[in-house]
Nanobody
Framework: QVQLVESGGGLVQPGGSLRLSCAAS????????MRWYRQVPGKEREWVAR????????NYAYSVKGRFTISRDNAKNTVDLQMNSLKIEDTAVYYC?????????WGQGTQVTVSS
C-alpha cells in the first residue's frame, strides 16, 4: 500500500530554515509527480510545491516562490522541501502528497512552527 512518511518539522525563528523530507513506498515513485501541501487549523489545505517525475520541472505557490525548493531522489524514493527565509505565516502542518491508483494519498504530516 502507499505510504508517505514526513519528517524534519520543528520550531524555527523567522528568517530561519528547515528541510522537510518525505519517504515514499508502495507505488512507482520514479514515475509520478510529487507534491507538498500545508494546512493551518480552520483553513483549507494549501498546495505549496510540485515536482515532476524526473525532478526537472518544478512549480511553486506564489507565497513560497523564491524561498522554498522542492527536490527528489528517485534512487532513495524521497522528496524534500528546503524552506528558507521562513515567515510566521509559514506555520502549518506540512503534508507530502501523491496521486496514484485513482486518488490522493497523504502522509501524517509534520508540524512547522515559525515563531520568535
Amino acid at each position: 500500500q502507499v505510504q508517505l512518511v514526513e519528517s524534519g518539522g520543528g520550531l524555527v525563528q523567522p528568517g530561519g530554515s528547515l528541510r522537510l523530507s518525505c519517504a515514499a513506498s508502495g507505488f512507482p515513485f520514479s514515475m509520478l509527480a510529487m507534491r507538498w501541501y500545508r494546512q493551518v487549523p480552520g483553513k483549507e489545505r494549501e498546495w505549496v510545491a510540485r515536482i515532476g517525475s524526473t525532478g526537472v520541472d518544478t512549480n511553486y505557490a506564489y507565497s513560497v516562490k523564491g524561498r522554498f525548493t522542492i527536490s527528489r531522489d528517485n534512487a532513495k524514493n524521497t522528496v524534500d522541501l528546503q524552506m528558507n527565509s521562513l515567515k510566521i505565516e509559514d506555520t502549518a502542518v506540512y503534508y507530502c502528497n501523491v496521486w496514484t491508483s485513482g486518488r490522493d494519498h497523504w502522509g501524517q504530516g509534520t508540524q512547522v512552527t515559525v515563531s520568535s
